[in-house]
Nanobody, 129 residues
């Protein structure tokens, strides 16, 4: 089992920044690719960003490219998305997820929700105009 706990959500005005954190425990963190998904009210959960086990490869959904930056700390078992230039349409609950990647190649990451094995409970982000 991997336990994931998100933090750092809150309310911010459009154009502002937030840095979320996801602390992992329970298994070897570096065996997992990590992802962030988000779910806006009344919508499906969607992919936002992902990072491979080493941090050398990253992926973003088009709507956050150039504004979000995902990183990870494999010593302290934390993954961060730095979110800049926030827009009202970024308002959502943000979820951290872990995808077992040890046998899938060093560059493996997934943008698919069903690929992920473990999920956190989410942290809400509200961006006001």
């Amino acid at each position: 089992q991997v336990q994931l706990i998100e933090s750092g959500g809150g309310s911010v005005q459009a154009g502002g920044s937030l840095r979320l954190s996801c602390a992992a425990s329970g298994r070897t963190f570096s065996n997992y690719a990590m992802g962030w998904f988000r779910q806006a009210p009344g919508k499906d959960r969607e992919f936002a960003a992902a990072i491979n086990w080493s941090g050398s490869r990253k992926a973003y959904t088009d709507s956050v490219k150039g504004r979000f930056a995902i990183s990870r700390d494999n010593v302290n078992n934390i993954v961060y998305p730095q979110m800049n230039s926030l827009k009202p349409e970024d308002t959502a609950v943000y979820y951290c997820a872990a995808d077992y990647a040890r046998d899938r190649g060093r560059d493996y990451i997934s943008t698919t929700r069903n690929a992920y094995d473990y999920w956190g409970r989410g942290t809400p982000v509200t961006v006001s105009s």
